[in-house]
């Protein structure tokens, strides 16, 4: 009988760094994650600078610096407590709203996550406070105690994040390699520049300057001159703005022109409410806006971005923060679509300047235009434009007809198509209109 008795485990709750070394396993993924986070936290201290330098891609080291509004000694104890956040504030009932988030982080997790996995000293200072710093190693403390603070400005923050994961070595292993590594730091970074460009960043990467953002000034210019810094000037002098807005729901940002293409799409971007996002959605959306202008397997350039009340966007969907779910994505996708598709049908005329040229062994299109326009075949029933005048290498048929911006905009009223599929299928198809009367010569005088 008493053979068949199992003995019954004890259910203890596991030591804080432990749970930190768990919790790290979902935050911190790789260095690109622990960089993520940091610059993140400096962009919600308030700060207008942060420069970030990694060594060996982060593995070895990782120093941000930032203007924000620092830390006093006694925040710096709490920030590496786990669950201990300053940016969600209990109204007066103690309640948290979780479905109104206006800061990147929320959690109380980046900090003491990192720190359990490394080793990590922050220096501090916030107004009208003595500089602090606290060290901590693989979770334990110590500090904080008084410091010089090296970093920048009046007040700020610096962080230096020494041999990553030395502490679960399991994970070390699963690291792929130095360059890789800094590969995907430098790609966050961008995606974090690009969604701030009001802020001046800056990545060193092992002792070498690999990026420089100069601050630039609110509103949409500064939002291209940042974006052109980083998507390149193809795409500043070849972007259309997008500036829609559809039931409480802002779409703004800049696509490239059709004739800027690439073979894959990882020139796209999307930002929900300041936050580089990834969603499989957008790739669909973009090719259902530019299906009448591009080659299935082409992909133009775009950075997107999208502002909602907090409350209608849950952020809080993915470990890393890097995904977010729509209350209402029919509503966003239709209003992406449809911006997209006036915006290029306004645009109809241009082509990009870069791919045009090329196109024409180096004749200006202007010169087209001036000097060449009357060897050009007479359209019967459109004004002619250079443009439309010859097929791009890329695929794209300027012959085809744009749709008047009327019909673009009636698919904003349309209900959401309920069958979308997350497989780079469009939600809402804009049917091509019938070809156009007259034919294609077969040889162009240019
Ligand atoms: N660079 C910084 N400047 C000023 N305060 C900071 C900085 N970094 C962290 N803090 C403070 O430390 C707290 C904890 O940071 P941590 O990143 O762990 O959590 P969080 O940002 O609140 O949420 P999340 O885990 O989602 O990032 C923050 O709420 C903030 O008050
Ligand atoms: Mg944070």
């Not at 779409?251 to 293409?261: I, S």
């Not at 290029?344 to 870069?354: I, K, N, P, Q, V």
Request: proline share 7%; aromatic share 4%.
């Amino acid at each position: 009988m008493a053979d068949s008795v199992r003995s019954r485990p004890e259910i203890r709750k596991l030591p804080p760094d432990v749970v930190n070394r768990i919790a790290a396993g979902e935050v911190v993924e790789r260095p690109a994650a622990a960089v993520k986070e940091l610059v993140e936290n400096a962009l919600d201290a308030g700060a207008r600078r942060v420069t970030i330098s990694i060594e060996a891609g982060g593995l070895k080291r990782i120093i941000i610096e930032d203007d924000g509004c620092g830390m006093s000694a006694d925040d710096l104890l709490v920030a590496l407590e786990r669950h201990a956040t300053s940016k969600l504030v209990p109204d007066a009932g103690g309640r948290v709203d979780l479905l109104n988030i206006h800061t990147m982080g929320f959690r109380g997790e980046a900090l003491p996550s990192i720190a359990s996995v490394s080793r990590c000293s922050i220096s501090s200072r916030a107004a009208g406070e003595d500089a602090a710093e606290v060290f901590v190693e693989a979770g334990r403390m110590e500090g904080p105690r008084p410091a010089a603070f090296t970093g920048r400005g009046e007040t700020g923050t610096r962080i230096e994040v020494r041999d990553l994961f030395y502490a679960t070595p399991a994970r070390l292993k699963f690291m792929k390699g130095e360059r890789a590594e800094s590969m995907a730091v430098t790609d966050t970074v961008k995606r974090l520049a690009m969604a701030n460009p009001h802020v001046a960043i800056s990545l060193e990467n092992n002792g070498r300057n690999s990026l420089r953002y100069a601050a630039e000034a609110e509103g949409a210019s500064g939002q291209l001159a940042r974006l052109g810094a980083i998507m390149g000037r193809d795409f500043r002098e070849n972007a259309l703005e997008i500036d829609a807005e559809r039931e409480g729901v802002r779409l703004a940002g800049f696509a490239g022109l059709p004739t800027l293409n690439r073979g894959n799409a990882q020139m796209q971007f999307l930002f929900v409410n300041g936050r580089p996002v990834k969603d499989r959605m957008l790739n669909g959306v973009i090719r259902a806006a530019y299906q009448d202008f591009l080659a299935r397997d082409r992909h133009p350039l775009a950075a997107l971005f999208v502002d909602l009340d907090p409350e209608y966007v849950d952020v809080n969907v993915h470990p890393a923060k890097t995904e977010v779910r729509f209350r209402d994505a029919g509503n966003v996708r239709g209003l992406m679509i449809g911006a997209l598709r006036h915006a290029l049908a306004a645009a109809g005329h241009r082509a990009s300047t870069t791919v045009a040229n090329s196109a024409l062994g180096k004749v200006r299109i202007e010169e087209v235009t001036s000097a060449n326009l009357w060897s050009l075949p007479p359209a019967p029933e459109r004004q002619a434009s250079p443009s439309s005048y010859y097929r791009q290498p890329s695929g794209i048929d300027f012959d085809q007809p744009l749709p008047p911006s009327g019909d673009v905009m009636a698919g904003l009223h349309e209900p959401p198509a309920p069958d979308y599929r997350h497989d780079g299928a469009p939600s809402a198809r804009v049917e091509p209109e019938a070809p156009p009367a007259h034919g294609m010569p077969a040889d162009f005088p240019l």
